[in-house]
Every structure is written in structure tokens, then in C-alpha cells.
């Protein structure tokens, strides 16, 4: 995984990235060893200049549950309920 995407990772997942002033933000972009202009187009906040830092196409998969495990939630469902029922 690029350190760019290290980064973005870390900074979306952390309030605390967030909050940091524009000085310590330089000094963890550096500590990720993200380039000069990775870090300029960060500090930018321009949607446009942060796109052309990728490498090409991005692709997301998103994989759906499989139609089982959803049965082996509705019988676990029902065995805690009966196990309730026969304690009270």
C-alpha cells in the first residue's frame, strides 16, 4: 500500500489527524515520506488537485453476505430465544 493511502486511511479514521494544526499535520505527512507535492495538494483542499494524485482508475468492490450466513443469525436468534424462554 503507497503511503499516500496509509495516510488518507489514518486521517479519515482519526479525529485526532483532524484537529492538527497545519504545522504538525506537515511534520506527519513528512513522517509518512509523502512528497512535496502530495503534501501541497493535501495543505490545498482542492478536490480537483487531490484526484490527480492517483495512479489511474480507483475500483471499490463491495461484497453482499451470503444468503446463509443470514439463516445461521435466524436459528442463533431462536436458540437464544428459546434458552430465555425455558429460564424464565
Same mark, same amino acid.
Given at each position: 500500500?503507497s ?6 486511511v489514518?486521517?479519515g479514521?482519526?479525529? *485526532?489527524?483532524? =484537529?492538527?494544526t497545519?504545522?504538525?499535520l506537515?511534520e506527519?505527512?513528512?513522517?509518512? #515520506?509523502?512528497?512535496q507535492? +502530495?503534501q501541497?495538494?493535501i495543505?490545498?483542499r482542492?478536490? *480537483?488537485?487531490? =484526484?490527480?494524485?492517483?495512479n ?8 453482499p #453476505?451470503?444468503?446463509?450466513? +443470514? ?5 442463533k ?5 428459546s434458552l430465555?424462554?425455558q429460564a424464565?
Open positions: 500500500m503511503n499516500l493511502i496509509k495516510f488518507a489514518e486521517f479514521s482519526s479525529a *485526532k489527524l483532524r =484537529a492538527m497545519e504545522q504538525e506537515v506527519t505527512m513528512q513522517s509518512y #515520506e509523502l512528497s507535492e +502530495e501541497a495538494a495543505l490545498s482542492e478536490p *480537483k488537485r487531490l =484526484a490527480n494524485l492517483g489511474g482508475d480507483i475500483y471499490c468492490a463491495l461484497f #453476505e451470503k444468503p446463509e450466513d +443470514e439463516e445461521d443469525d435466524t436459528e436468534d431462536s436458540e437464544v430465544e430465555i424462554a424464565v
